[in-house]
Nanobody, 115 residues
């Protein structure tokens, strides 16, 4: 089974930056896209950013221009560079990996942005 492990979350002041990392391991072959989602209590999980195996990216409107997703496909790694963070970005961030046979999720990493 594929495993996804996120890292890099933490506490940061508004306007600061964090870089999240996610590594896929185990049965990690056949990944067609990786993505970051976020969810806080009472809210639905929302797409933050996604990247296909060919490098095509998509961003949620709320992070467009501030966050950048990138990948190292050879290492099954995906990253999320988060700049100019806002308190509204406070959430648990989840790594997602899609394959033709389904999708997988990490356990999430907490990002807290203070005013």
């Amino acid at each position: 089974q594929m495993q996804l492990v996120e890292s890099g979350g933490g506490l940061v002041q508004a306007g600061g930056s964090l870089r999240l990392s996610c590594k896929a391991s185990g049965r990690a072959s056949g990944i067609t896209a990786m993505a970051w989602y976020r969810q806080s209590p009472g809210n639905q999980r929302e797409l933050v950013a996604a990247i296909t195996s060919s490098g095509i990216t998509r961003y949620g409107d709320s992070v467009q221009g501030r966050f950048t997703i990138s990948q190292n496909s050879a290492r099954n790694m995906v990253y999320l560079q988060m700049n100019r963070l806002k308190p509204e970005d406070t959430d648990v961030y989840f790594c997602n990996a899609r394959t033709p046979w389904g999708q997988n999720w990490g356990q999430g990493t907490q990002v807290t942005v203070s005013s």
